[in-house]
């Protein structure tokens, strides 16, 4: 069964002090690797798709990247505006008509100002 | 442009009751799919529909079920609810189904469902 593990659960930091989120997870052939941003009370807005090890992707400050086991969110000189939960979300080949999003329970980002 | 929309944004219902919620999907799209998530938890992955067919179902119990309409807006039934049904249904919209690469989910902005 698909699995996707974030960590850490929580994560405070000042403006300005860079950091990494880490998505670890398995699947019986990645289709794709998703990271998506939501705010309280809120659906999922989408950041990034990661197809194959070795692909980074840049938006702003974030930056993401894949190898074969996980994928990181790196964070630079982050702002209070950035607070949100980051959601990390596999598909995969399943070889039939499921193309369902297996999703960790993400991290909590606060950035203090 | 017009994202996924979904209504209502919050309700309140009795155990025993039954709901139905509503998705349209971004203009263009034609594959639907609804999750459940719980406070703390990730989205959990309910049903997925192409073409008014249903491609996929996650690991709830017959008291859920949906349909997909010709003009691809959606409806996710749950009947006998139960407390522990309480949660924010989120609908995702993508445009292709099967493709080379994966076509991204695109979610709207969820239905509150307390039930008491």
């Known amino acids: 069964e698909d699995q996707v593990t974030q960590s850490p659960e929580a994560l405070r930091l000042q403006e300005g002090e860079s950091s990494s989120l880490n998505c670890s997870y398995t699947v019986s052939g990645l289709r794709g690797l998703f990271w998506y941003r939501q705010d309280p009370g809120k659906g999922p807005e989408f950041l990034f798709t990661l197809y194959s090890a070795g692909e980074e992707k840049e938006k702003e400050r974030l930056k993401a990247t894949l190898t074969k086991k996980e994928s990181f969110l790196h964070i630079t000189a982050p702002k209070p505006e950035d607070s949100a939960t980051y959601l990390c979300a596999v598909q995969a080949n399943s070889g039939g008509s499921n193309y369902k999003l297996t999703f960790g329970k993400g991290t909590l980002l606060t950035v203090n100002p | 442009d017009a994202g996924v929309t979904q209504s209502p944004t919050h309700l309140i219902k009795t155990r025993g009751q039954q709901v139905t919620l509503r998705c349209s999907p971004i203009?263009?799209?034609?594959?639907v799919s609804w999750y459940q998530q719980v406070l703390g938890q990730g989205p959990q992955f309910i049903f997925q529909y192409y073409e008014k067919e249903e491609r996929g179902r996650g690991n709830f119990p017959d008291r859920f079920s949906a349909r997909q309409f010709p003009n691809y807006s959606s409806e996710l039934n749950v009947n006998a609810l139960l407390l522990g049904d309480s949660a924010l249904y989120l609908c995702a919209s993508s445009s292709v189904f099967r493709a080379r690469r994966t076509d991204t989910q695109y979610f709207g902005p969820g239905t509150r469902l307390t039930v008491l």
């Open positions: 203009s263009g799209h034609k594959s």
